[in-house]
């Protein structure tokens, strides 16, 4: 189930937080839980077994993990290392076994051999659940959070269909003082929660969708009719695309959350005013970021062993988020080149923020410039083909364009990507997200009234025509 199809939008949702409201309050977890069980069946089928499956694992095994006196022959970590290695290999299995065993029958083909190939369906938000469940199992081996021993909110945690499928990743010391049913549900929390909704479901449907397009049609142009034009316009369309794509829904699934008397983790917080890639990472995608900081980077030492170790603990990390988005080497070389930028600005000491107006521009631009190279590597078929791209940008030769990209570069796709690049060139502050969630000022309540009015409106008859895809992370 899509969060932009009508199904969702005018059944499902409003069902949902209906019965949220007038039933009893401790059915509350329990009508989540069911819902969140029902969304993702919808879209994954049978797969939802497997779901059900390490539920079942992470719940029983929780129970033994919480700190103990009496902990003989170190019970506890074995039981962790146990857990780990279950949630783990159930992602390798069914996210990267079709590419490792395709590798190696390539390998086997250079020597006349052939292996054979896994072919597995990847379940629909697989990498997430799994940190959500490998959050829950070490937060309470540190002590953090006791476990949860009412299975219906446990299902609830992990299950919660706003951020069920594409985040965000909601660590278990952030939401376990949120799940007791004593907690009120309030119509503020509707007041709230439902602006934000609308915000992001704008951003996915006016924005997102209706500039891809023009991005596909891009990047779909063969290699001997690439010009500049076409890199330049593939590479910053696709930098809009994705972040109003995400970003989007992010915003819907923070805002369902409020409606549903949670507060879920803030996302995004406006990353493409970043002076640099160190900068970058604390405002994209916050909770991916916060979750290999707190369960791989630390672990590993961190910075806290000196530059070389602290250099190999971000390679490790984003070898890891390039590969946690796709098992492809597309996603491999997106991470490397992440992490790469990062060593150099610690290593040179080029983190910080400059003070100087003209340095923060320049900075701005350069830092910009690095997201947009990175981000073909992300979009591009294969390493050669965006190899291809970059050349094209960054050695100029024609601008123009093939009959494709111009027939899907209409009126209205130009004046929306006009639009979305003068959003994203906007200051730092405010972040819009929370700023109309919360903020009582003029401004807020104006930016607030044109999101529930025209916003809203447009994405919905939009929605009901059918102008939608879905979203570009539920891939991972």
């Known amino acids: ?61 929780g129970l ?118 004593v907690r009120t549900h309030r119509w503020d929390d509707i007041a709230a929660g439902f602006p934000r909704f609308a915000l992001g479901l704008t951003k996915k449907v006016v924005i997102a969708d209706q500039i891809a397009p023009m991005v596909d049609a891009c990047f779909a142009t063969p290699a001997d009719q690439m010009t500049s034009g076409i890199a330049w316009l593939g590479a910053v369309g696709y930098t809009m695309q994705l972040f109003f794509d995400f970003s989007g829904y992010s915003d819907m699934a923070i805002g369902l959350g409020r409606m549903l008397g949670f507060r879920l983790p803030e996302n995004f917080a406006r990353p493409y005013s970043s002076v640099t890639i160190t900068e970058f990472w604390r405002r994209w995608h916050m909770s991916l970021s916060r979750w290999f900081r707190d369960y791989v980077y630390i672990p590993l030492g961190g910075n806290r062993h000196g530059a070389a170790k602290t250099y190999r603990n971000l390679a490790i990390v984003f070898v890891l988020t390039g590969f946690w988005h796709g098992a492809a080497w597309t996603y491999l070389v997106w991470g490397l080149f992440h992490g790469a930028l990062l060593v150099f600005e610690r290593r040179f000491g080029l983190g910080g923020a400059p003070e100087n107006p003209v340095s923060v521009i320049g900075r701005r ?8 190279i990175g981000w073909v590597f992300f979009r591009s078929a294969d390493v050669g083909s965006a190899l291809a791209i970059i050349g094209h940008m960054l050695v100029p030769d024609s601008f123009e364009l093939t009959s494709l990209v111009s027939n899907a570069l209409t009126n209205q796709r130009t004046l929306l990507f006009v639009l979305a690049c003068l959003v994203v060139c906007l200051p730092a502050t405010p972040v819009t997200g929370p700023y109309i969630e919360s903020v009582r000022t003029k401004p807020a309540k104006a930016i607030r009234t044109g999101v529930l009015t025209l916003g809203l409106a447009y994405s919905a008859i939009l929605c009901a025509t059918g102008t939608f895809s879905p979203f570009l992370y539920y891939q991972f």
């Open 1 to 61: 189930m899509n969060y932009v199809s009508p199904l969702f939008l005018w059944y499902f949702m409003p069902v949902v937080l209906t019965a949220v409201l007038i039933l009893p309050r401790t059915w509350r977890n329990g009508i989540i839980a069911v819902a969140s069980l029902v969304f993702y069946a919808g879209g994954a089928g049978s797969m939802t077994v497997l779901l059900l499956a390490c539920i079942t694992v992470n719940f029983i095994v």
């Open 64 to 181: 033994k993990l919480e700190p103990d006196e009496w902990d003989i022959g170190n019970r506890r970590r074995k039981w962790l290392i146990g857990v780990l290695i279950f949630n783990v290999g159930i992602l390798v299995l069914w996210k990267y076994a079709g590419f490792a065993t395709a590798q190696v029958d390539a390998l086997a083909e250079l020597f006349g051999g052939h292996t054979g190939v896994i072919e597995l369906v990847v379940p629909i938000g697989i990498s997430f659940y799994t940190f959500h469940h490998i959050s829950y199992v070490v937060d309470i081996y540190r002590g953090e959070r006791p476990a949860q021993r009412n299975p219906i909110a446990f299902v609830t945690y992990i299950a919660m269909f706003p951020q069920l499928v594409a985040g965000p990743i909601v660590r278990w010391r952030e939401i376990a003082d949120q799940l007791p049913q």
């Open 365 to 372: 631009l350069l830092t910009m410039l690095l997201v947009i």
